[in-house]
Structure formats: C-alpha cells, structure tokens
C-alpha cells in the first residue's frame, strides 16, 4: 500500500477526492498525514477521515529555508512513499526538493508548461486563452517546471470567471490526480524513470 502525505493551504477540495477515492477497498494507496503552511480550511477533510495533521507556519520568504527544515523534519516522521502538493501555495525549498524527489507531486490549474505560477486560472483568462486545463507533474526546483506526468484540456467559456473556470478544472484536477497516485502505487508509473527520462 502506497502512504501519502498531501500538504495544502487552502480548502482542499482536491484533498477531499483523493481522500474518498483512497477510502475505496481497491485503491492501493492510503493518506497517511495532511500538512499545511497555516491553518487550513482543508483541515476539515484531515477530521472528518480521521488523518492526522501537522502546520509548518509559514514565516516569510526571509525565513524559507527554515521552514523547509522545519517541513522536512515534520514529514520525516511520517516518512511517505509519496507527497501531494494539492493546493499548496508556497514553492518548496530546494532543501525539501533534494531530500523527497522524485516522489513529490503537485496538481496545477493549467496546461503546463502554460501558465505556470500561484495565479494560473487568472492569467489564462487574462490572456484570453481559449483552453487551458489541469497538470499533475513531478516537483523540481522550478515553479511548475517538473515533467508532465497527466494533463487534459478544459475549455475557456466567453463568460467565465476566474471563479467558474477553476471550478470547472478542479473535477480534472481531482480524476488526473487520482489516476497518477493509483497508477504509481501499482507500479505503471516509475517516478524515477520519469524523471531520469526528461533529464536526458
Ligand atoms: C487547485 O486548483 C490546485 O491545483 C491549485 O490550487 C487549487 C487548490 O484547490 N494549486 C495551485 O495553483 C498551485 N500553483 P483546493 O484547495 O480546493 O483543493
């Protein structure tokens, strides 16, 4: 059985997917500990599936690399197979990065490498995108930079807010985020291969 640790900052609806697919009889992983940078409302889903949580309190860009120590230290003890960035909205320091990767992945509103960054929904809209989608990909020490394991295309409506876009990429998120972690636990995705891979 494959143990996931995800880590959020926000409401961690994403979380909660994964949560319920990971409650299923045959899904061959289980979460095993949500952490966040604050108190988060996605700590409702950690309660109500009984996971234990953890908070690193983010400090401030001047102390990053003690709160990646401090996050490292935090997940040590849970020691994961894997890592899920679901909603986390902070880069992760290289410290982290070195220590965990290639097993640590992120879900992101787009289709990378378009519109990378903490604002992706905003920034399609802004550029008038007539698509745009939702990635799940390995974490390195860029910002959404990490090969493409799972992408699909969403399509950008005349009226659509930021809103109505992102809500409409979350169910793609959640199924493209499910599918990885199973097929990863199964042993179809070798996140190693993956990585050594796009290096070459
Ligand atoms: C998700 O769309 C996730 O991809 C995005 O935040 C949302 C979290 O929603 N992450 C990023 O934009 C990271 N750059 P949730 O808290 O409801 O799961």
């Given amino acids: 059985m494959l143990t996931v640790a995800v880590l959020i ?4 609806s994403n979380l909660r997917a994964l949560l319920e697919a990971a409650a299923l009889p045959d899904y ?17 889903h950690a309660e109500a599936f009984g996971i234990p949580r953890f908070v690193v309190p983010w400090r401030g860009s001047a102390a990053r690399a003690d709160w990646g120590d401090e996050l490292i230290r935090a997940l040590d003890e849970v020691q994961p197979d894997l890592i899920v960035l679901s909603g986390l909205m902070r880069l992760l ?5 070195a220590r965990y990767a290639p097993c640590i992945l992120n879900t992101h509103p787009a289709h990378l490498p378009e519109f990378p960054g903490a604002h992706a929904v905003r920034d399609a809209l802004a550029a008038g995108a007539s698509t745009t989608g939702a990635s799940v990909i390995v974490v390195d020490d ?11 295309r969403v399509s950008v409506h005349a009226d659509d807010t930021e809103q109505s876009l992102h809500a409409r990429i979350k169910p793609v998120e959640r199924r493209l985020l499910i599918d990885v972690v199973r097929r990863i636990a199964v042993g ?3 996140l190693a291969a993956v990585t050594s891979a796009a290096r070459t």
């Avoid at 061959?28 to 409702?44: K, N, Q």
């Avoid at 320091?93 to 990065?97: I, T």
């Fill in 93 to 97: 320091p290289p410290a982290v990065v």
């Fill in 9 to 12: 900052s926000g409401a961690g």
């Fill in 28 to 44: 061959p992983a289980r979460v095993v500990a949500i952490g966040a940078d604050r108190e988060a409302e996605g700590f409702a």
């Fill in 142 to 152: 860029g910002v959404d930079t990490g090969p493409v394991l799972a992408q699909e």
């Fill in 188 to 190: 179809e995705l070798d």
